[in-house]
């Protein structure tokens, strides 16, 4: 199951920039060949780290299959120790996920990435949500992580706050400062990044225009990825399978 899947977004810059982290180091500017370079997603890394290219002579997409059986296994441990609705209904639910996008599992896709590992944490949090602070360390970091995969993840790191509460309450001063730490590192480095590839510290956000460096991507480059991204949840497929933009209005039509 972890052959490439040929996907729009694997063929037109996912495989580069995957070949890119393999080959090279940082290449400052590197979006300016291809606006969509521009989008770090901690993702790339792990699958040129783990693609097995050098032994194999091709990329191994296992991520997303590993992460999937992961889960699933974990799942499936739950119900053997408590046989409850809500460990099947778990279950199911994920065998639902898997059924919409068993397609795409041996992709390079982050979004699949960002929804079996933001899946694993909603139940995780759901299961011991009564003491949280025993599983500081997943509500803390996993939605750190998840920021770096998908930028659209960012509403988790909300979350985050909760173990940083409980545990000043806690007075568990040390533990807060290490959290602190990890996580800034964690999270500078992947800034720092996008500083290096994009120019900007968050890209395509080109509000957030801290420095001016001579590799920049032009800002009407990123604001056009911008207004993409935001129109492609509004993509409407008709039966001949062309796609157009519609404003949101349109929706609510007939």
């Avoid at 599983?135 to 920021?147: D, Q, S």
């Avoid at 990044?193 to 590799?215: A, E, H, M, T």
Wanted: hydrophobic share 50%; net charge positive; with cysteine.
């Amino acid at each position: 199951v972890s052959f490439m899947i040929d996907t729009y977004d694997a063929k037109y810059y996912h495989l580069q920039q995957i070949e890119s982290i393999s080959r090279f180091p940082i290449i400052k500017g590197l979006a300016n060949l291809e606006d969509r370079y521009g989008f770090n997603s901690n993702s790339f890394l792990l699958h040129s780290l783990f693609g097995l290219k050098s032994i194999l002579g091709y990329y191994f997409f296992s991520l997303n299959p590993f992460l999937f059986f992961g889960v699933f296994a974990f799942l499936l441990k739950n119900i053997s120790q408590k046989l409850s609705f809500f460990n099947i209904a778990a279950l199911a639910v994920f065998v639902f996920i898997y059924q919409s996008v068993a397609h795409f599992l041996s992709s390079s896709n982050s979004d699949i990435t960002s929804v079996i590992i933001a899946y694993y944490f909603i139940i995780r949090v759901i299961q011991q949500r009564a003491d949280l602070q025993s599983i500081y360390l997943v509500v803390f970091f996993i939605p750190c992580v998840l920021l770096t995969v998908k930028l659209s993840s960012a509403t988790f790191t909300l979350i985050s706050l909760i173990p940083i509460y409980l545990l000043y309450k806690s007075k568990r001063y040390k533990a807060i400062t290490s959290l602190l730490l990890i996580s800034g590192l964690m999270l500078g480095i992947w800034l720092l990044r996008n500083v290096f590839i994009s120019g900007y510290l968050i890209y395509p956000y080109p509000n957030i225009d801290l420095f001016n460096v001579d590799w920049k991507v032009p800002q009407t480059v990123a604001i056009i990825q911008k207004n993409y991204i935001r129109d492609f949840a509004y993509l409407v497929f008709d039966s001949n399978e062309r796609v157009s933009l519609y404003k949101l209005k349109h929706f609510f039509v007939n």
